[in-house]
C-alpha cells in the first residue's frame, strides 16, 4: 500500500514530462478557445430557462487584422528601372573614367547599376580597403589627369574614414568628386545599423573643408546638382565636392512622373577667371623695369600649359623662378631656377628681390618671412625682404574661402592683390611684358639672365657634391637611392607621384631633370599621414593608359596607414613602381621629440619611445608579397640596390605593381 502511495506521489520522469506536456497543451487549448467562435463557447444554462442572445465574440483573423501592421508588400519587388539607373546616366555624362570605393549598403543600388546597367564601363569600378584610401586615390589621379574622379563612400561611417583624404584635397586645391550613400528618411531605416549609418545632415562633418554639397531630394535635383557639383569643383581653386546620394531614391522604381519629365542637363564648364587688363599692365611695368625680379610659383601649373607659360615669362623679363614645389611648374634644371624651401637659393633671392611677384602661393608669408626655429624659445619673426620692395599677388584662392580650417597662412601685405587664376593670366601678361621691353632693358635683362644662370650651377654642383656624402653607408642614404633610380628611369617616359620635400631631403627635385607636368605631383597639402600610397596608386592609374613608368618613394608610416591599396594596384594591374623609404621610425616626430628633450636638457637617448617602428621591424617585401605584389627586400648593403630596382622595373613593365624594401637614413 505505502509503495503504491509511494509511486504515486513521485511519477517517473516519463510521466512528468508527458504531464506537462498535457498542461501547456491544454494551456494553449483554453487559450485559443478564448477566441474561437460562437460555437465553442456555448454558454451554461438550465433547460428550463430561455435562451438569452449572445453577442458573438470576432474570431482570430478578425483580431489580428485590427490590431497587427497591415501584411508586406509582396506584389512589386523587381523593377526594371530603378532611380539608381537614371542616376548613373547623370554620372556618366560628366566623363568619370573610374569610381573608387569600399563597398557599403547605402549605395548598393548605384553601386549594382554601375555593375550591372552600366556594364562596369565610364566609370569603372576600383575596390579600395578603405575610404581614406578612395579619396586619396582621386587626389593622385586628379594631379595627373587635371580632372576628377569619382568616389563613392557610406554613409555616416564612410565619410568619417575618408575625412582626412577630403581634407588633404581641400588644402591642396584639388578636384575630388564625392558621391554619399545616406538614408535620409527615419521610415526607411531597416535596422540599427542603418540608423546608426545615416544622418540628418550628411554633409555636415566635412562642410567646412569642401566647396559645396547637396542633398537632393528628387532625381530632378539629383541631375541638377550633379553637374553644378562638377562645374563648381573645376572652377578655381579646384577644390572637392559632396552629392548626397539618398538610399530610397536609389532603389524605388522611377515613378511615371520621373520617367516623364526627368533630363539630364548639360555640362559647361566656366572659363577660369583671369586678371583685368589694367592690372596685367600695370605688373608687366612694374616686372620690366625691375632690376632684380622674383617670381615665386606655388600652384600655377593647373595644365601642362602652365609649365609652358611661366617658362615663357621667366625667359621674357629674365627673372628667377623659386619653386614652392607643390606642383610641378618650372624645369628643376633650368638655369633660372634658384631653388625651392630647401635648396638654399630661396633666402638670398628674396631679400636681393626689388619686385616679388606671387602666382598662386597660399602661404606667402612663409616664403618672405624667417621665423625662431622649432628648437628655440620663444617666437619671433622678421621679413627677408629689403625696404622699398614690391610685392604682387596673383591668386585664385582669394575667390574663395573658409574660416574654421586656416590653411591660408599669416596675413602678408601686399602691394598689388589680384583675386585670379594665375595659370589663365599668364598669356597676357607675357604680351604686356614684350611690348614694354626696349633693347636697352634687354641687354640689362640678358646679362641679369646670364649671372642667375651661373648661380643656378654653382647650386647644382653644390647638390651633386652633398650627395656623395655617405654614398657606401647602410643603412642607405637617401641621396644614394635618388641617383641609382635616376639612372634606370631618366630613359624612360617616367613619372614621380610621390611627396620627396621634406621627407627625402628633395633629393629628386635637387638631382633628377624634371620639366614635364607629371614630373612631379608635389605633396600632400595639408600634410595628412596615410596620402602618399593610395595617391601613389591613383595617380598610377592615370598613367596606365599613357604607358608611363610610375615612380613612388613610400614613407614608412604612411604605408602603415592603409597598405590595402597594395592590394587594389595588384587586383586592378595597375603598373607602379615602390621604392621604401624604410627609415623604421616616424622620423619628423622623432626629430621634433629630440628637439623638445634638447631644450629640457634630458637627453635623447628617449627619442624612439613613441615614435619608432621598430622592434620588430617591418618585412615590406613581406607584406607587399601578401598582398599580391612582386616585391625584393630588405636591401641593407647598396650594392645591392641597383639590380633590385632592375628586377623591379622589368615587373612593372609586364603591367604589374612591384615593392623594393630599401632600408634608409631618415632624409
Not at 509 to 524: E, P, Q, T, V
Not at 561 to 580: C, D, Q, S
Request: one cysteine or more; charged letters at 20%.
Amino acid at each position: 500500500m505505502s509503495k503504491s502511495k509511494s509511486s504515486a506521489s513521485k511519477p517517473s520522469s516519463s510521466q512528468s514530462a508527458l504531464g506537462r506536456r498535457g498542461f501547456l497543451k491544454g494551456t494553449a487549448a483554453g487559450a485559443a478557445a478564448l477566441v474561437a467562435g460562437e460555437a465553442a463557447i456555448a454558454p451554461v444554462v438550465k433547460a428550463q430557462t430561455p435562451a438569452r442572445a449572445v453577442t458573438p465574440l470576432p474570431g482570430a483573423t478578425q483580431i489580428a487584422a485590427e490590431t497587427n501592421a497591415p501584411p508586406m508588400r509582396v506584389d512589386v519587388y523587381t523593377t526594371d528601372r530603378p532611380g539608381s539607373d537614371f542616376m548613373l546616366d547623370v554620372i556618366k555624362t560628366l566623363d568619370f573614367e573610374y569610381c573608387c570605393a569600399n563597398p557599403g549598403s547605402s549605395f548598393r543600388g548605384l553601386h549594382e547599376s554601375m555593375v550591372n546597367y552600366g556594364k562596369n564601363k565610364m566609370p569603372e569600378l576600383i575596390t579600395c580597403c578603405h575610404e581614406e584610401s578612395s579619396v586619396a586615390m582621386a587626389h593622385g589621379y586628379a594631379k595627373i589627369e587635371g580632372k576628377p574622379l569619382m568616389v563613392m563612400a557610406h554613409g555616416t561611417v564612410g565619410l568619417q574614414h575618408a575625412s582626412m583624404a577630403i581634407y588633404n584635397a581641400y588644402a591642396d586645391r584639388v578636384p575630388v568628386y564625392v558621391v554619399l550613400g545616406n538614408i535620409g528618411a527615419a521610415e526607411w531605416r531597416r535596422t540599427d545599423v542603418e540608423w546608426a549609418h545615416s544622418v540628418q545632415d550628411a554633409a555636415a562633418m566635412v562642410r567646412d573643408y569642401v566647396k559645396w554639397d547637396d542633398n537632393p531630394v528628387t532625381l530632378q535635383h539629383f541631375a541638377e546638382s550633379s553637374v553644378r557639383a562638377y562645374k563648381m569643383s573645376m572652377t578655381p581653386p579646384y577644390e572637392p565636392v559632396v552629392i548626397i546620394a539618398d538610399a530610397v531614391l536609389q532603389e524605388e522604381p522611377m515613378s511615371d512622373f520621373d520617367r516623364r519629365t526627368a533630363r539630364i542637363p548639360k555640362l559647361n564648364l566656366s572659363q577660369p577667371p583671369a586678371s583685368d587688363g589694367n592690372s596685367v599692365n600695370e605688373i608687366a611695368r612694374m616686372l620690366v623695369n625691375a632690376e632684380n625680379p622674383l617670381i615665386i610659383a606655388g600652384r600655377v601649373a593647373r595644365t601642362p600649359e602652365g609649365i609652358r607659360l611661366l617658362v615663357e615669362l621667366a625667359e621674357t623679363v629674365q627673372a628667377g623662378v623659386s619653386d614652392r614645389h607643390y606642383r610641378m611648374n618650372f624645369p628643376t634644371m633650368h638655369p633660372l631656377n634658384v631653388g625651392g624651401p630647401i635648396g638654399g637659393g630661396t633666402v638670398t633671392t628674396v631679400a636681393n628681390a626689388d619686385v616679388i611677384l606671387s602666382l598662386e602661393v597660399g602661404d606667402l608669408w612663409m616664403a618672405t618671412h624667417s621665423q625662431t626655429p622649432i628648437n628655440r624659445m620663444g617666437m619671433e619673426s622678421k621679413p627677408l625682404t629689403k625696404a622699398g620692395a614690391k610685392i604682387i599677388t596673383i591668386y585664385s584662392g582669394d575667390l574663395f574661402g573658409k574660416s574654421n580650417y586656416q590653411d591660408f597662412g599669416r596675413y602678408n601685405e601686399v602691394d598689388l592683390s589680384i583675386a585670379a587664376d594665375a595659370e589663365a593670366t599668364l598669356p597676357s601678361l607675357i604680351e604686356a611684358c614684350k611690348k614694354l621691353i626696349t633693347p636697352q632693358r634687354q641687354r640689362a635683362m640678358q646679362e641679369r639672365g646670364a649671372k642667375l644662370a651661373e648661380s643656378a650651377k654653382r647650386l647644382r654642383d653644390r647638390d651633386i657634391e652633398a650627395a656623395a656624402y655617405g654614398w657606401d653607408a647602410s643603412p642607405i642614404s637617401t641621396a644614394r637611392v635618388s641617383m641609382e633610380l635616376w639612372n634606370q628611369i631618366k630613359t624612360e617616359d617616367w613619372s614621380l607621384v610621390s611627396e620627396t620635400f621634406p621627407f627625402f631631403s628633395a633629393w629628386p627635385l635637387r638631382l633628377w631633370d624634371m620639366n614635364k607636368s607629371y614630373h612631379y605631383i608635389g605633396g600632400h597639402g595639408a600634410y595628412g599621414v596615410g596620402y602618399q600610397a593610395p595617391a601613389a596608386v591613383g595617380a598610377a592609374l592615370a598613367n596606365r593608359k599613357h604607358g608611363r613608368l610610375t615612380v613612388n618613394i613610400q614613407t614608412d608610416g604612411d604605408l602603415n596607414y592603409a597598405p590595402g591599396v597594395l592590394w587594389t594596384a595588384a587586383h586592378h594591374k595597375i603598373p607602379i613602381l615602390n621604392i621604401m623609404h624604410n627609415k623604421r621610425a616616424y622620423h619628423q616626430e622623432l626629430m621634433y621629440l629630440t628637439d623638445m628633450a634638447a631644450r629640457a636638457n634630458r637627453g635623447i637617448d628617449t627619442a624612439l619611445i613613441g615614435t619608432g617602428i621598430n622592434d620588430p621591424n617591418i618585412d615590406y617585401a613581406t607584406l607587399a608579397k601578401a598582398y599580391g605584389v612582386y616585391s625584393i627586400g630588405p636591401i641593407i648593403n647598396p650594392i645591392d640596390l641597383a639590380p633590385a630596382i632592375k628586377k623591379a622595373i622589368a615587373a612593372v613593365k609586364k603591367g604589374e605593381p612591384a615593392l623594393v624594401d630599401v632600408v634608409t637614413q631618415p632624409r
